[in-house]
């Protein structure tokens, strides 16, 4: 679905990301993990057009993104769920996942929504609510909803943990779960090592901005200590 080559991207003069090659297939998890700094944000913003490319390719359903902007990129069906979840805190849940929808008919948004509702069934208890007054990890389903409505064939997650309590970090990853088996192709960028390495089907780890390790889920399973001794977590002997 999803293909990176000698991929580069970064900020004026500055290089965040250099020489990466990353797939993302539909149906499977990609876990995209490395320390703070690493080039994780960089690189899903730098797919949805949001931040420069500067070198290699990006390939998305046999087609070549270069020079396309995000709202191209999201018809084609790209989407993320932004590092801090970005829902516009004034607008109530319903209205937030209208906006996701924008690229899409009527007719598309409200069945998508249905979809969306059942997949998160706290968001239709709470569909006249305003997004700001939403409990944390609300806010996460929200933001992975929102990306929804565009009816992706990716979706790119940046943080799906970060300060969620446990059982929300379990719906969502739940909700994660379902769309692979929907055959969506997801790019997951997650600080939890051992939630993303429960659910991945491949493993990439980013060091200052290049690939410093890479593996199938279930070889980096098996030793989820050397998967933590790139990230800079091993604890001392
Ligand atoms: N707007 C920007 N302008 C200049 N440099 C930036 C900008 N955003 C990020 N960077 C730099 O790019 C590098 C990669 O940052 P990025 O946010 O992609 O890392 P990350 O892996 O997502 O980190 P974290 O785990 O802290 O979210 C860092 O050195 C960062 O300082
Ligand atoms: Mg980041």
Same mark, same amino acid.
């Given at each position: 679905?999803?293909?990176l080559?000698?991929?580069a991207c970064?900020?004026?003069?500055? %290089?965040a990301v250099?020489?990466?090659d990353l /797939?993302?297939?539909?149906?499977?998890?990609t876990?995209?993990?490395?320390?703070?700094?690493?080039?994780k944000? @960089?690189?899903?913003?730098a797919?949805?057009?949001?931040v420069?490319a500067q070198a290699? +390719?990006?390939?998305?359903?046999?087609?070549?993104?270069?020079?396309?902007g995000?709202a191209?990129r /999201?018809?084609l069906?790209?989407?993320l769920?932004p590092?801090?979840?970005?829902?516009?805190?004034?607008?109530?849940?319903?209205?937030?996942?209208?906006?996701?929808?924008?690229?899409?008919? +009527?007719a598309? @948004?409200?069945?998508?929504?249905?979809?969306?509702?059942?997949?998160?069934?706290r !968001?239709?208890?709470r569909?006249?609510?305003?997004?700001?007054?939403? @409990?944390?990890?609300e806010?996460?389903?929200?933001a992975?909803?929102?990306a !929804?409505?565009?009816?992706?064939?990716?979706?790119?997650?940046?943080?799906l +943990?970060?300060?969620?309590?446990?059982a929300?970090?379990?719906q969502?990853?739940g909700? !994660?779960?379902d769309?692979?088996?929907?055959?969506?192709?997801?790019?997951?960028?997650?600080?939890?090592?051992?939630?993303?390495?429960?659910?991945?089907?491949?493993?990439?780890?980013?060091? +200052?901005?290049?690939?410093?390790?890479?593996?199938?889920g279930?070889?980096? %399973?098996?030793d989820?200590?050397?998967v933590? @001794?790139?990230?800079?977590m091993k604890?001392?002997a």
């Amino acid at each position: 679905m999803l293909e990176l080559r000698g991929f580069a991207c970064g900020y004026g003069l500055i %290089r965040a990301v250099d020489g990466l090659d990353l /797939t993302a297939p539909e149906g499977m998890i990609t876990a995209l993990l490395g320390p703070n700094g690493a080039g994780k944000t @960089s690189t899903i913003m730098a797919i949805a057009g949001q931040v420069q490319a500067q070198a290699g +390719s990006v390939r998305f359903a046999g087609a070549d993104l270069a020079g396309l902007g995000p709202a191209a990129r /999201t018809r084609l069906g790209i989407a993320l769920a932004p590092e801090g979840r970005r829902i516009f805190p004034d607008l109530t849940v319903g209205e937030n996942l209208l906006v996701g929808g924008y690229t899409r008919s +009527s007719a598309e @948004s409200r069945a998508t929504e249905e979809s969306v509702l059942a997949l998160f069934p706290r !968001l239709r208890d709470r569909h006249r609510q305003r997004a700001g007054t939403l @409990s944390g990890g609300e806010q996460q389903m929200l933001a992975i909803g929102r990306a !929804l409505m565009a009816g992706p064939r990716l979706l790119m997650v940046d943080e799906l +943990s970060l300060g969620l309590m446990p059982a929300m970090v379990d719906q969502c990853f739940g909700a !994660l779960l379902d769309l692979r088996r929907r055959g969506i192709a997801i790019l997951l960028v997650e600080q939890n090592t051992h939630r993303a390495l429960e659910v991945a089907d491949h493993v990439t780890v980013l060091v +200052s901005g290049r690939k410093a390790y890479e593996a199938d889920g279930a070889q980096a %399973r098996q030793d989820p200590a050397l998967v933590d @001794s790139f990230l800079g977590m091993k604890e001392p002997a």
